[in-house]
């Protein structure tokens, strides 16, 4: 599913906090935008959209290959919107402009990835709870991708600290309503 225009704000601003970059212009993206935790590798950001409060388990690569190559930084977002109500959404932000080919490795399992040339998600939104229950349960996991500059690239993510930053994130915006359960969002909470 397409993220919307003010997600995909909180998600920008978001990665600039988690960069680094000045909280002034993420808060100014989102009303309000802020790192409430971090757990080992992974931290919760909070976000106030005019759509409502989002809340992101957030991480970034350790490893890139190829080393050297020109791109920005990279992140990847377990999301929870209560308005929408949607919890645990996946996606992804590369740092450079990839082809739609790209897929995420985790515990022997491959996940297809889908989106535009900046980010991606889940391609299949049925195995988001697979993918986040794999993700408890590993210790790293690999997104693969094809730059438009025909480079074949490959982020390593921790997952140290994952399965506390989800929770905590699920807390922030915790909303009874709110559940994997959904169509198109899974069974079972992870």
């Not at 990835?113 to 993918?131: F, H, K, P, V, Y």
């Amino acid at each position: 599913m397409p993220l919307t225009a003010s997600v995909r704000i909180a998600c920008v601003a978001a990665a600039v906090m988690l960069a680094g970059g000045a909280p002034a212009a993420a808060q100014a993206l989102t009303g309000t935008n802020r790192v409430v935790a971090t757990y080992a590798d992974w931290r919760v950001v909070l976000a106030e959209t005019n759509r409502g409060k989002v809340c992101y388990a957030a991480g970034s690569p350790r490893m890139r290959r190829p080393e050297g190559a020109v791109r920005g930084q990279a992140f990847i977002f377990v999301t929870t919107r209560p308005e929408d109500r949607v919890r645990d959404e996946i996606s992804i932000m590369f740092g450079f402009e990839v082809t739609r080919r790209s897929n995420l490795d985790v515990g022997g399992e491959s996940f297809g990835l889908a989106g535009d040339s900046q980010g991606t998600w889940i391609a299949d939104l049925a195995e988001e709870a697979r993918l986040v229950a794999a993700m408890r349960r590993q210790s790293q996991m690999r997104v693969r991708s094809l730059s438009e500059l025909g480079e074949d690239t490959v982020d390593t993510y921790s997952l140290k600290g994952f399965g506390d930053a989800l929770d905590h994130a699920r807390r922030e915006c915790s909303d009874p309503n709110s559940t994997s359960a959904l169509p198109g969002h899974g069974g079972k909470a992870a």
